[in-house]
């Protein structure tokens, strides 16, 4: 539900004018849920073809047979080889689907775009080996307000970069000022909010972080962190209690990054622990 679709058929329709022949195809949705769809993000040509179907033998015929410049598959975790006995979805299924697709791509020179799931943990849904096989990785996450485009492997180009999309009733457009739009509606002079400076790729973004400190009714005080690594933070507060003394021991401490973005910047460590003192105090 995050729009990888959604984004997918918008860079089909983008490539399409350009007179690229694409072929999207699709396990999850019919072709009226598809076309409905491309109704509300605009007007497409004739150089975009649309194909549901989930045999992969089927998809290999028709690939090699209409020689699309580009190929979307939405999702690998719909398709299934019939030499595998597994369900679609399953570890075995998934790897080896990919490597069919993976086979089209190198030996018909067709770009092809993979749609996968991810689990709870955030991981890619099937074996980690899917991600060796590819030659670019990129995670599409974030909440209902913002999306955030990230690469995560690329073989061809930069890892660092982001791209920040809000959804309309057009389709994903991009927040050309991704600062603004994380800051929109912050309170002034909240105690426990920061605003920290991240860079992503070659790009700085404003972020706030937000922290609550508070006395825990309980032996074993409560820690979470949402949009930043667990384990930091709880490095960053021994790091206040031993060198600041700023006694955290038996207090409760939930830090945030708003927007739903997820940093790994070591550049908001200092704005993190502003936060947990701002708070504290």
């Given at each position: 539900?995050?729009?990888?679709?959604?984004?997918?058929?918008?860079?089909?329709?983008?490539?399409?004018?350009?007179?690229?022949?694409?072929?999207?195809?699709?396990?999850?949705?019919?072709?009226?849920?598809?076309?409905?769809?491309?109704?509300?993000?605009?007007?497409?040509?004739?150089?975009?073809?649309?194909?549901?179907?989930?045999?992969?033998?089927?998809i290999r015929e028709i690939i090699e047979?209409?020689?699309?410049?580009?190929?979307?598959?939405?999702?690998?975790?719909?398709?299934?080889?019939?030499?595998?006995?597994?369900?679609?979805?399953?570890v075995s299924q998934v790897r080896e689907?990919?490597?069919?697709?993976?086979?089209?791509?190198?030996?018909?020179?067709?770009?092809?775009?993979?749609?996968?799931?991810?689990?709870?943990?955030?991981?890619?849904?099937?074996?980690?080996?899917?991600?060796?096989?590819?030659?670019?990785?990129?995670?599409?996450?974030?909440?209902?307000?913002?999306?955030?485009?990230?690469?995560?492997?690329?073989?061809?180009?930069?890892?660092?970069?982001?791209?920040?999309?809000?959804?309309?009733?057009?389709?994903?457009?991009?927040?050309?000022?991704?600062?603004?739009?994380?800051?929109?509606?912050?309170?002034?002079?909240?105690?426990?909010?920061?605003?920290?400076?991240?860079?992503?790729?070659?790009?700085?973004?404003?972020?706030?972080?937000?922290?609550?400190?508070?006395?825990?009714?309980?032996?074993?005080?409560?820690?979470?962190?949402?949009?930043?690594?667990?384990?930091?933070?709880?490095?960053?507060?021994?790091?206040?209690?031993?060198?600041?003394?700023?006694?955290?021991?038996?207090?409760?401490?939930?830090?945030?990054?708003?927007?739903?973005?997820?940093?790994?910047?070591?550049?908001?460590?200092?704005?993190?622990?502003?936060?947990?003192?701002?708070?504290?105090?």
């Amino acid at each position: 539900g995050i729009g990888k679709s959604t984004l997918l058929l918008q860079v089909c329709r983008n490539l399409s004018s350009q007179g690229i022949s694409v072929l999207y195809i699709s396990g999850e949705e019919s072709l009226r849920q598809i076309k409905l769809r491309a109704d509300r993000l605009g007007t497409f040509n004739d150089k975009l073809k649309l194909l549901c179907e989930t045999n992969l033998e089927n998809i290999r015929e028709i690939i090699e047979r209409t020689k699309p410049d580009v190929a979307v598959v939405d999702s690998i975790q719909t398709m299934f080889h019939e030499d595998i006995s597994s369900a679609p979805g399953s570890v075995s299924q998934v790897r080896e689907s990919t490597n069919v697709l993976m086979q089209i791509a190198k030996g018909m020179g067709v770009s092809i775009f993979i749609v996968g799931h991810v689990t709870k943990e955030g991981n890619v849904a099937g074996p980690r080996v899917l991600e060796h096989m590819v030659d670019t990785v990129l995670y599409f996450e974030g909440d209902r307000h913002a999306s955030y485009l990230r690469a995560v492997k690329n073989r061809f180009g930069s890892t660092n970069e982001i791209g920040v999309f809000e959804m309309q009733s057009s389709g994903l457009e991009e927040v050309k000022n991704p600062s603004e739009f994380l800051l929109n509606g912050r309170p002034e002079n909240a105690s426990g909010s920061v605003v920290a400076c991240s860079m992503e790729g070659t790009r700085p973004i404003l972020v706030e972080i937000q922290a609550l400190v508070c006395q825990s009714n309980f032996g074993i005080p409560r820690r979470t962190a949402v949009g930043t690594d667990f384990n930091r933070v709880n490095l960053l507060m021994a790091v206040l209690e031993k060198k600041a003394g700023i006694h955290l021991a038996a207090s409760d401490a939930y830090v945030n990054i708003a927007g739903g973005m997820k940093m790994t910047e070591p550049a908001i460590d200092l704005g993190i622990c502003l936060a947990i003192i701002s708070s504290a105090k």
